[in-house]
């Protein structure tokens, strides 16, 4: 081996080293996972056995809880192509020809003890053989049971990952991807980090037994056992036939396609030996067994060039900056148009049109720039075609993004809110259109969509939500293409809404960042518009954000939303009935307020669902008003103060009994649909 070969090896080790180091303990990685697997990539090419590549992350950080794990959580073999798969099959078809499939989650993996039934310990992977303990936290991950459904005593492997939609609505401006997040919350201490391990979701695939005392035959049988010990593995397949390798690079297509709307970010697919015994028979290398292979899905990232930039006002407001960029593939979609977010954003990147750009789509969301490369060269844009399969026949230019002094819907002079450009005129044509839409969409009326919107604005048949409901069938059924039924039809959908419940009015107002559950939680807090007005009149923000969940950002975001749209509201509840909250609920904690404190076998979060489900509302303080106080171990000074106000005080067994005599157990508590959750979040669509 040369000199200059050995130099490249130390130096690719060394980089792979500091980088694992940034993305495991720090959570800040520097590089991109492409850039990160070309290092890894050469690294195997020049020194296979580099003792670098065998490693699954670095050991613990100094001050934490070491936890040695009973049965290693080793690394797998990688692999991108097909012939990888045709390979694997072939090299492991001596011990069986069945397989078993799974998405390859991308989070953070973590192992669960379970003694006799009870969570004893959550442990990150670490390095393989050592991991952290991080029990506190796995605690609050809702789908974690604390308890199992039998006795057993087992270790379960899995990766908790974050939602897609939760990561998009929350986080999307704190960490470039959701799997940071995952491990940053997961080993953070009192909630001092970016992310909640309550918004995190684990999905197992992996059992082992420390007593040896499995009977099965198959892993996939150990899966469905684990469903009914109460743990939800991830989804999986099975693959039995003479060429089982044609089946399995078939599904590896399949989820490339099926990747972008997945509810979690994955990265490729897992494939295993099924049968547990022809595992031991093949055994493992020095790195890895030689019964699994990790596949690894194409790059979701590419690079384009910056042809121009538009600015849209979107219903909050905000304008926003979509890049026009040279057509390109990227996770299998031809993509031009990518967003830019903000103005800050703009400049963070210190972009330029006529610079090529690297790009990157995540999810089912709209793909992004993600870093500048700098000025672009004619051949960049060469042998590109549109998403039709026409060419493209754009051309390279040079200059300064210009950003708008002016609304480009409305012409009114913009300002600047932190990295947010915004019109602030609420008869901004682009915010009135959009917001029309979003009240019918929100609503679910079907049949009135952005064409019949625009239509109607461009008649002056409708300026606000408002004149909605003073359509009638004369001037609905002049319009174009709209005949006397159509007509009819919209004047239906229209009527259907007259009557609504509060959370789903504040939801439909599309105020920014008031989504159905922060709508619902408000509602809940005040029980009627009336006395949302007045609570906006007097002046009061504290009130607010004693509400579970409800932040001074938020709190602040929803007085000035509800002052804006004051005339609207007043306008609106002339013609429409608006439902207090308590007439639309029912349940035996009706009007009753709680307030949880102290240590509990189930999350808070969940425990506030379930009183939320039957009427009751949550609140953060103890205050004389108080009707419950649910205290766990180790309650503190909100136990204290509950004492000495004479509020009612529930143990975690006297509260399940006051919840017993209904139906409702924790598995039927209302899930947080996080398809649900983006309700904000749309002024792109
Ligand atoms: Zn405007």
Redesign the pocket.
Known sequence: MGERVDERIGFLAAEITRHSELYYNHSAPEITDADFDALWDELRQLDPDNEVLHKVGPEPLPGTVKVEHMFPMRSLDKGTTDDDIVHFVTQSTSGGKRFLAQPKLDGSALSLEYVAGNLHRAATRGSGERGEDVTLNAKLVANIPTRLNHPYTIHVRGEVVMPLAIYEEKYSNVSPNPRNLCSGALRQKHGDGKANASDLVFCAYDVKFPDDSSQARFDSELLHWLQEAGIEPAPWQIFESETPQNEMIEYTKEWSMKRSSYEFEIDGIVFKLDELTHRERLGETAHHPRWALAWKFPSQEAHSVLLDVDWQ?GRTGSVTPVARIAPQMVGGVTVENVTLHNVGEVERLGIKIGDKVKITRRGDVIPKIIENLGKASPSDLENRLHADGTSFTGHLSFHDIAIPEN?P??N?VLTMEGAFLR?L?ME????TARSLTYWCRTLEMDGIGEKLIEALLEKSLIVTIADLYRLNHSQLSKLDRMGDKSANNVLDELAKTRTLNLAKFLHALGMERIGPEVATTISQHFISLEKILRWIDEGEDEELTTIDGIGEKVAAIFREGISKRRTLINELTELITVIDETESSSGIFDGKSFCITGSLSRPRKEIALAIKSLGGKVVSSVSGNLDYLVAGESAGSKLEKAQNLDVTILDEHEFQILMNGTNISSSEEPSEDPHQSTGTLDDWL
């Open positions: 006002t609304c819907a409305c009114r019109c005129a901004c044509d682009a915010r």
